[in-house]
């Protein structure tokens, strides 16, 4: 009976990826737009499946890592207020940042960011999720981590332009605020979301 169920899935995903392949563009060239501090606007030029010639733009960035940080009682996190330009407000989430191009991996990113927004230093630190949060328009990719046994042990080391304050929240105030819409910011809720899920 295993194998049955192994053949169908076999030729469920055979069946999936022909259909992924009749819906896939062709690109042809690419090129960045535009280029600022913190992400590009990249041009393709690409034929749609049913031979329409276009070009697409999209935003792109690199990995970013989002730390849901726990103090060593278990029951409260660290988080951070920062001003956010694009929609005008302070916005409360959780400490993240991209991927140093020298990093060697997600866990080192996770304690560099958490260290630098927060002031705090993780004893443990293990991957939660991996999303790509808006694939429409950007090829972000995030990073979730779980951060334990977190304590207080240098002073903020903010990019220059960033206005960052660190709090602490009791985390079922944390789950609350996300679950009534007090909590907008989208990785925040994700990764709330997610670790409840487990």
Known sequence: MTDDIDAAGDASESEADAHADELAWETHDTEIDYRCPGFSVRQDDVTLPDGTETDYHYVEEV????????????????????????????????????????????ERAARRELREETGYTAETVE?????????????????????RGCEPAAEQDLDHNESIRA???????????????????????????RHELD
Request: some cysteine.
């Open 167 to 193: 709090l602490t929240a009791d985390y079922d105030d944390l789950v609350a605020a996300v679950r009534d819409g007090e909590i907008r910011d989208g990785r925040t809720t994700l990764a709330v979301s």
């Open 127 to 147: 991957h939660l999720c991996t999303t790509e949060p808006v694939n429409g328009v950007a090829n972000s990719i995030h990073h979730t981590l779980v951060a």
């Open 63 to 106: 990995e970013t890592v989002v730390v849901l940080p726990f103090l060593s009682d278990g029951d409260e996190v660290v988080m951070i207020e920062e001003w956010r330009q694009a929609v005008g407000r302070v916005n409360r989430g959780l400490p993240a940042g991209g991927v140093e191009p020298e990093e060697d991996d997600l």
